[in-house]
């Protein structure tokens, strides 16, 4: 099976009936674009630009961040490369940040993290920023923003790319052709206010690590509770129909950027939502690549539509019979 997997690096994920399914990875540390050439992967749906700080003794200078994005988008050449503005603080404490004024956190997983902290920390947002417009001269950057809970939270974040983009412009410095900003759909609150962030999108990507754990109030971590919330229950899939129709009706790219995109029968369903960019760990790209080719996209939108207005009792069990009798 590795063999065939293999076989499929340079083979497009195109559903039977004709649909391209964009196949991304996701990525941290310089060395991880590499399986972009090993998979044949679309690009890179999300860089976790934190490794960097948490593999650090101390802050990264902003030079040193910047030469590793640039090394990124080099190596990636002109396959896409979607840069997560840093998600530190919660449960990745850094040694060299003073998280003392976050006292000590019952829940670190909704805790102040990700864009919470960051904004506060206007300093490090704004290095980060810069270093990643500087390495993203001459090329589109495309950034998103973790934990968004509130619109103002991406006008926030968005403003501080835009006065570092105007304030190296000023200095005549050389800047990316078009800066894409995007925002992470992992607070379930933010679906509620949905319409109003998504006009000032260019991509939204989804979250499913974080989102099913605030979705089901149940922590990702826990061996206790993993086995009793399913990403294919209704809740989960109903959640990702009404946010991801909601995005395409207003023309904004919706993907997945979860563990649950790199699972094959999760992706299915996920396709089956009219879901078709997912950006997965590199494993699992020659496996999801298989599966969508030899999927009816057409097919399994039909059912599960049917399925998501009438949840059959096992949603899982339901899902892989049918994916069998079709031979996918
Ligand atoms: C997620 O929450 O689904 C996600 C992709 O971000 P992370 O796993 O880094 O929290
Ligand atoms: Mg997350």
Known sequence: RRAAFAALKGVAPETKDGHRVTVMVNAGLRDDVAALDLTGADGIGLFRTEFQFLVSATMPARERQQRLYRDVLDAAGDRPVVFRTVDIGGDKALPYLDHDEAGEEENPAMGWRALRLALEREGLMKAQ?????????????????????????FDQARAIFE?????LADRGKKLPTQIRYGAMLEVPALAEVLDLLLPKLNFLSIGTNDLTQFLFAADRAHPKLAVRYDWLSPAILRFLARVSGQARAANVPVAVCGEM????????????????????????????????????????????ADWLARPPADMRATLSDWAAAQGV
Do not use: C, Y
């Not at 950057?141 to 509130?150: A, G, I, N, Q």
């Not at 992706?267 to 298989?290: C, E, M, N, Q, W």
């Open 129 to 153: 920023a810069r270093a990643l417009i500087e390495a993203g001269a001459g090329r589109t950057l495309s950034v998103m923003f973790p934990m968004v809970s509130e619109p103002w939270e």
């Open 163 to 167: 006065a570092q983009r105007g304030w």
């Open 261 to 304: 995109g790199g699972r094959p029968l999760e992706a299915l369903a996920l396709i089956g939502l009219g879901i078709d960019r997912l950006s997965i760990t590199p494993a699992a790209v020659g496996p999801i690549k298989a599966m969508v080719r030899s999927l009816d996209r057409a097919a399994v939108m039909v059912q599960m």
